[in-house]
């Protein structure tokens, strides 16, 4: 039997920039986890997806945790069962050993590149890898630009809002969800990560893996500025609070907003995700509490608004799509330059350590 796989992104691209959560891949008294350092075209992410495909014939569940700047590669996986994971180690998600040799240690592919091959085409590597920096740039700033647009939307809906009423309905959702759950005297764990991203071919999320399996889902829906987050905000501190796990998944350009919670020691989800509609849910509709006479005023605003912000993100995406495509042509510097045959006997052994954690 196949195991299941969950997909998201350990880091994202934002308003503030480059957000990372790498920390939550794993917790840090892991099993093992592999380190994986190397330059681009080195075969990190290929090694990652060929240990995964086994671990997952084999029956084990496996998360993959996706490149946010390539919708081709994977930052790392983990093997929940078996509390082991392979994590990509290098720029911009630096991550580096916190317990060396105990838990952490480096696997570094650039051991197996020809060096003087590489060396020869290194003002083509500095050239490719400045631009790199500039495609980034450009694009966080539009980013950046779009959310001044996206938080002008929000005041005017929150001026329109009945929040009274909006915190009866959360009260509400918090006492349905809660009412025959124990207060744990040990407060719960948070696990943050993005179930979206803003990527290379444009918006990509995976909210409807991590909704599978749940036994309750609740779908938060509502216009910008109705309230959404802030509802998932004491959803999520409510389960820490009674001792519950919790798993924080964010808005991409606003990393501070929630996007998603999952409960997981009860098996329940809410999100505003409109993925959830594939599958039974409950829905909690904010817009109802919005005061239409006063939201009239505003409507042709927030109409100009969303065309403003779609057009900021359209030119947004247009540049990490450049930088993909940059990005690639650094990898051909490496690939030819890469004893791949070297690289599969070490991705053999990792895996042999990997299953040697079942025993």
């Not at 990652?48 to 993959?64: P, S, T």
């Not at 078996?82 to 051991?111: F, S, W």
């Not at 764990?189 to 990527?199: E, M, P, V």
Request: hydrophobic content about 35%.
């Amino acid at each position: 039997m196949t195991g299941r796989i969950k997909r998201m992104f350990p880091g994202g691209n934002t308003s503030e920039g480059f957000v990372s959560y790498y920390d939550y891949i794993i917790e840090n008294d892991a099993n093992r986890i592999f380190i994986i350092k190397g330059g681009p075209g080195t075969g990190k992410s290929s090694m990652m997806k060929k240990v995964a495909k086994e671990i997952l014939e084999r029956g084990y569940d496996v998360e993959y945790h996706h490149c946010s700047s390539d919708n081709n590669s994977i930052d790392g996986i983990v093997i929940p069962k078996l509390r082991v994971a392979m994590i990509d180690g290098t720029a911009p998600h630096i991550v580096d050993p916190k317990h060396p040799g105990a838990v952490d240690e480096i696997i570094h592919l650039g051991d197996y590149w020809n060096v003087e091959k590489i060396e020869e085409n290194k003002e083509g590597v500095l050239k490719s890898i400045d631009r790199n920096g500039k495609f980034y740039k450009r694009a966080y700033n539009y980013l950046a630009a779009a959310r001044l647009i996206y938080e002008d939307i929000i005041w005017k809906v929150e001026e329109s809002m009945e929040f009274g009423q909006v915190n009866v309905e959360i009260n509400n959702l918090i006492y349905e969800v809660f009412e025959k759950m124990w207060v744990n005297p040990i407060l719960g764990k948070d696990r943050h990560l993005f179930g979206s991203a803003y990527t290379p071919t444009g918006w990509l999320e995976y909210t409807d893996t991590l909704l599978d399996g749940l036994d309750k889902i609740y779908y938060i829906s509502g216009e910008i500025g109705t309230g959404k987050s802030t509802l998932l905000e004491k959803v999520y501190n409510e389960a820490i609070i009674r001792g519950l796990d919790v798993e924080v998944y964010h808005t991409p350009l606003i990393p501070e907003k929630i996007e998603t919670v999952i409960i997981k020691d009860s098996k329940i989800g809410l999100t505003t995700s409109e993925m959830a509609k594939q599958f039974e849910y409950t829905q909690v509709d904010l817009n109802k509490y919005i005061n239409k006479e006063a939201y009239e005023k505003y409507e042709k605003d927030i109409i100009e608004d969303k065309r403003v912000f779609d057009s900021l993100i359209q030119v947004a995406l247009k540049d990490f799509e450049g930088a993909k495509k940059n990005h690639d042509g650094i990898e051909k510097y490496y690939v030819p330059n890469m004893d791949f045959e070297a690289i599969e006997k070490v991705r053999k052994g990792i895996i042999e350590r990997i299953l040697s954690y079942a025993e």
